[in-house]
Nanobody
Framework: QVHLAESGGGLAQAGGSLRLSCTVS???????????MGWYRQAPGKQRELVAD???????NYADSVKGRFTISRDNAKNTVYLQMNGLKPEDTAVYYC???????????????????WGQGTQVTVSS
């Protein structure tokens, strides 16, 4: 019922930029509160790792490997989180996943709190 729709992945050259977007929606209910949102990535043969996250107040947290190059932001009115990626490196190549914690209602209006909802992932490939 909770759906995270990611977009913006693709192919970039080293030193280039990409912007990822992720919009959260619910099927027949509505979102009451959208809490922490984040971006994770998983490269082939590696574990999924946190790239950046942002809480409902706008406080951000970044992996050391992306500090100074990536910027996470959110638009609460649009239930959307963004990841601006500048200075891309080949080692940034991975599938990027959006993650969110939220409270929403079901079709009957019953509040439901849930953690760790995931998007389907979007491929980012950086060529050298």
């Amino acid at each position: 019922q909770v759906h995270l729709a990611e977009s913006g992945g693709g192919l970039a050259q080293a030193g280039g930029s990409l912007r990822l977007s992720c919009t959260v929606s619910v099927g027949s209910g509505k979102i009451l509160n959208l809490y922490a949102m984040g971006w994770y990535r998983q490269a082939p043969g590696k574990q999924r790792e946190l790239v950046a996250d942002i809480n409902s107040g706008g406080k951000t947290n970044y992996a050391d490997s992306v500090k100074g190059r990536f910027t996470i932001s959110r638009d609460n009115a649009k239930n959307t989180v963004y990841l601006q990626m500048n200075g891309l490196k080949p080692e940034d190549t991975a599938v990027y996943y959006c993650n969110a914690d939220l409270v929403f209602t079901d079709a009957m209006g019953t509040p439901i709190a849930g953690k760790d909802f995931w998007g389907q992932g979007t491929q980012v490939t950086v060529s050298s």
